[in-house]
């Protein structure tokens, strides 16, 4: 539905219009997108991050720079979301 | 007062750290913090990470990324908050 | 619970007579509140404001704009309240 | 600099387009508008979406009802937008 | 307006009354009003409390520890709201 | 993960100390955090601060006085959340 649609197309295209590699390099793109999930609480988008960040090649410590940007800037109601973050990397062997 | 306060010291500090070099370079940071100051619409969050991008040799494009990502993140609510980073880049003579 | 209690009572009144009929038609009402959850991304509201909307007799069309002007105010963020909404118009087989 | 940018004139374009004339008239979007203004306590939007009301021939009361959306919604914290709007509603002569 | 419309009458008395003596004292209702009105970053809130906080004799540690309750909650976007309270402790003579 | 990080202990223990005992008693401090909690809609917030209640003695009516002071502050769209708190306290055997 969201993608057959003009306007769900469009917006879709200029989100990964944004996302894509530009001057700031894609991964440093998805670390902020990553910040921005923790600080809004959008625990699909926290979801959708990680995997950007791990298919970008990220490391593990640059994956927790970016929560500890997102929780710094939005206090401790973020912390269950980092809480799903490290849940997350867990899960997918990206740390112990 | 902020400063003199043992809370807003180490809060303070815990905020400088954060923001500061680590495996993602401070300039990478600061164009997040920017990011998250556009889509939150916090007004001197955005005066402050603009000087930090500056202070960092971050071109004018890729604050005009970091806006970008804002802005799609927050929608059309931040467009005002947009507004105000690109007049204060303009009054800055960071762009024409 | 919250409704033998005076201040629930009295708040749950003044958000029924917000959504009742007016110079705004209920319908409009409940399509405005259907935009605001999809901004707010509040999962619940969603789903309370989609029935809303068919009992009003709202068009597929008119539900399907109202989520746009969500999606458009609250940006990428929302986009996963605006596949729950989408993904409960199918399961009410309002959309294929 | 909003308007020359592609990103911008896309995001700008769909803006526009989410809230032109469709099944939904162009007076209630612009009156969902408002509420989501006041909502979302966004003291540009809330004048840009008087103005857009207006335009549309909305009444007086349709205005007061989407104002009281708002803060229906958003609750006491959005007073101070409502104050606002009706300020700017007085100034516009709108209401005495 | 807000005054004299029945909508806003009952929406002010609730909030009157949540924040009047109950089995929590008044004083502790305005400190969390303090607290909430830092972490959702609504200046006139801010006054507002810091003047019912006052007139409730909670004392100048109450008060900052209220501040910091919101500051720790909301993370560093609420720093400017912080600062502001502070200012406006300094000009009421409050703190030095 | 969380606690033996030097970012997140600070930040832990920041928060522990903002809800310590100080001049505010630790009761109406967790009461303040349950009504944040309301008001942010964070679920997970609700079910610690309404423990951190309990644990304090907090009576059944301070706890429902909490709730009412983020609903008033927060509006409509937090009625998901202060049911999610009756329920909480019902399951505790807190209310009938």
């Known amino acids: 539905m969201l ?4 306007f ?8 990964d219009l944004t996302y894509s590699d530009g001057v700031i ?5 998805e670390l902020t997108g990553l910040s921005i999930s923790i600080l809004t609480r959008c625990e699909e988008c926290i979801l959708y991050h990680i995997q950007g960040c791990l298919a970008e090649k990220a490391t593990r410590q ?5 929560i500890k940007i997102g929780v710094m800037g939005g206090g401790s109601i973020t912390y269950p979301s ?3 973050a490290f849940k997350t990397l867990k899960d997918l062997k990206v740390i112990d």
């Open 62 to 66: 640059e994956i927790i720079e970016a």
């Open 8 to 15: 769900f197309e469009t917006f879709g295209k200029l989100d």
């Open 3 to 6: 993608d057959s649609d003009e």
């Open 82 to 84: 980092a809480r799903l």
């Open 25 to 29: 390099p894609k991964k440093y793109k």
